[in-house]
Structure formats: structure tokens, C-alpha cells
């Protein structure tokens, strides 16, 4: 009889850890709510998006994964960041490896001429240096837009997930009329909206007025030493 009571007993206490350990490790791995406005967040998520015009901008939505031109990008948009456009105008190639490195970890590109249109319109690539050279001369995409904002982020044990609500603007215009179609993503899944203005005006669409159907992205993040590197872009609805 007394034997059976220790074997209850044990068997009781051997439950009692095993419960704890697990509300333990349920607290250590729920995630947290972050600050969307903080350092980290806006530089993480700042980090992956190199340029606001639709033809760069597109690209973290249709390829998966990244294009290289997309990378390199990445690569350039960080040291200009950093340095300032001023004193951007060549970029030694070592550099840019250095960055897409930092944002994305061990990832496989080509070095290429790249389109921009942000704090410069190009850099062209000069081999025989090794340096990115600006080229200038574009002006962007003035037809398609993409309208997004930051929305929420949270803390995993070894992961920041952060959520971006995005919608698609398309700009049929001429002199007199502007034709604007508004998407819930790039993919044009679904109409918001039709407008037509007048091409002279100043109208602007505005995300929040169709957040509730915007498309949302989970943009993750996985720390790697003292940092978190980008892993992937995923479409939630």
C-alpha cells in the first residue's frame, strides 16, 4: 500500500512539473505587442522597402523569392540611407554586399544596373571598378500606386512579425480626366473603387478610407547574432 501511495505521489508531482513547464514555455513563447513606431520596427521594416514607386514596390508582392534587382536594391537604398545621397553617387560593390547581407542573411544575386526612383533614379553597374555608378534621367511610375501602412507587430521568441494593410492604385489619365481604380492588391483581386476626377486637381486616395478591405502581409523577421534578418513576405487576405 505504501508503495502504491509513493508511486501516486510521484506520478502527481512528475504531472505538476510537466504542467509548469508548459505554462512556462506558453508565456516565453506568446507573442508580444510591439510598438509600430519604435526604432526597430520602422528600420525593419524600412530596411525591405527601398523605394515607394509602384515599379520597384511591386516587386516584394510578385516575387517570391526576392527578384534580384529587388536585392540589390535593398543593398543600395541601405548605404544611401546611411551616407546620404549626396554622398551616394558611387557605391563600392563591397558595400552593397555588406547590406543585403545584414537585411537578408546568405542569399544568392547577380550584380546588375537597378532602378530606384526614390533618392536617385538609378545606378548602373561598372564591372571592371566594381562599383554601382547613378544614372540618372527617369521619372518613376506616375500610373500605379500602392498605398500601405504598418498596423501591427509583435514579438516571438526568435521571430518580429510585422502587419502591413496595402492597396493597389491604378491611373488611367489624360489632360482633362483621371480614371482611378482601386484594388484590395496588386494582383487586382478585387475592385475597391472607381473614381473619375479631374487630372488638373489635387484628389488623392487614401488607404484608410478602404482599410477594412485592403490586403494584409505578414512581413517576418528572424533574429540571427545580434539582429533580425528579413525571411519572408506572406499575404494574409
Known sequence: MLKNKKIILI?????IGIGSCLLVGYFVSKPKEMDINSDLIQDLYNSVNPSSDYNVASLLYTTN????????????????????KENSEVIPKEEVEKNIERILGQVSYVHEKVFLFEEVCAYSYNNDKKQY????GCGGNWDERIHRKIVSAKKTRNQIIITEKMIYESDDWD?????RT?????????????????????????LEDYIEDASTYEYVFEKKDDHYIFKQITQIN
Do not use: F
Not at 529587388?70 to 548605404?79: K, N, P, S, V
Not at 555608378?133 to 540618372?136: D, F, I, K, P, R
Not at 489632360?175 to 480614371?179: D, E, F, M, V
Not at 473603387?193 to 479631374?198: F, I, Q
Open 175 to 179: 489632360t482633362t480626366t483621371s480614371r
Open 11 to 15: 506520478s502527481i508531482i512528475a504531472l
Open 65 to 84: 523569392p526576392l527578384s534580384n534587382k529587388y536585392i540589390i536594391d535593398i543593398g543600395l537604398m541601405a548605404y544611401i540611407r546611411e551616407h546620404g
Open 133 to 136: 555608378e547613378v544614372y540618372g
Open 182 to 206: 482601386v484594388y484590395s492588391d496588386v494582383n487586382k483581386t478585387k475592385q475597391l473603387d472607381y473614381k473619375e476626377v479631374s487630372s488638373n486637381g489635387k484628389y488623392s486616395i487614401k
